[in-house]
């Protein structure tokens, strides 16, 4: 079945520092989505991504779609603690309705 | 947007026993799904909530183990039948109109 992988599973920043996780995909992908999971909450979708190189930016938050639709990134600038939590990528393969497969997700924590 | 609630938001249950869980959504909604998270884990579909029709079940999880019902378009149950302790997790519901899915704050079931 459809697998998608993160890296790094965890990730340690001093605030002001910059951040990235990447998501792997072992099929092309129609779109991929990312949501941000705060401590103790839950799921928030922050953008979709759908076309072959696609660039978002949210803010300090950067997101790109690879241009074999099979991977995605997300970057974030200059990081502050409000940004901590799980960032889950979510892909979702082409043909019709196709259900959306969850990343392994990268747990980012922010040091004051 | 939509916004999902859950109930209960946690238990304790014995093993054996079983446990329905409610989903509510505020508006009208296409798809509705529920998931399963281990803390710290990343999110497993279980089934995709029909209306008016049986579930769709992911490999591994099966009708008799996690019945669902969505009898309209904004409110769906799950029941954890039979429960033993590796039923202990946190359980999603979502939901999605468009591309997006929104999630409902989540149950937390623990098993002993």
């Known amino acids: 079945g459809q697998q998608v992988m993160q890296i790094p599973q965890y990730q340690h920043v001093q605030e002001g520092e910059d951040f990235t996780t990447y998501c792997n995909s072992s099929?092309?992908?129609?779109?991929i989505q990312w949501y941000k999971q705060r401590p103790g909450g839950h799921p928030v979708f922050l953008i979709q991504?759908?076309?072959?190189?696609e660039v978002k930016k949210q803010k300090r938050l950067t997101f790109q779609f690879g241009e074999a639709k099979k991977n995605s990134s997300l970057h974030i600038t200059a990081t502050q603690t409000t940004d901590v939590g799980t960032y889950f990528c979510?892909?979702?393969?082409?043909?019709?309705?196709?259900?959306?497969?969850f990343g392994t997700g990268t747990k980012l924590q922010v040091i004051p | 947007s939509a916004v999902i609630s859950q109930k209960p938001s946690r238990d304790i249950c014995q093993r054996g026993t079983s446990l329905t869980i409610q989903c509510q959504v505020d508006?009208?909604?296409?798809?509705m799904f529920w998931y399963r998270q281990q803390p710290g884990q990343s999110l497993t579909l279980i089934a995709t909530?029909?209306?008016?029709?049986?579930?769709?079940?992911e490999s591994g999880f099966v009708i008799d183990k996690f019945p669902i019902s969505r009898p309209n378009l904004t409110f769906s149950t799950l029941t954890v039948s039979n429960m033993s302790p590796e039923d202990s997790s946190i359980y999603l519901c979502?939901?999605?109109?468009?591309?997006?899915?929104?999630f409902g704050p989540g149950t937390r079931l623990t098993v002993t």
């Open positions: 909530a029909n209306q008016g029709s049986e579930a769709t079940y």
């Open positions: 099929t092309t992908l129609s779109n």
């Open positions: 508006s009208q909604v296409t798809m």
């Open positions: 979510a892909g979702q393969k082409s043909g019709g309705y196709q259900k959306v497969t």
């Open positions: 991504l759908v076309k072959s190189g």
């Open positions: 979502s939901a999605s109109g468009g591309y997006e899915q929104y």
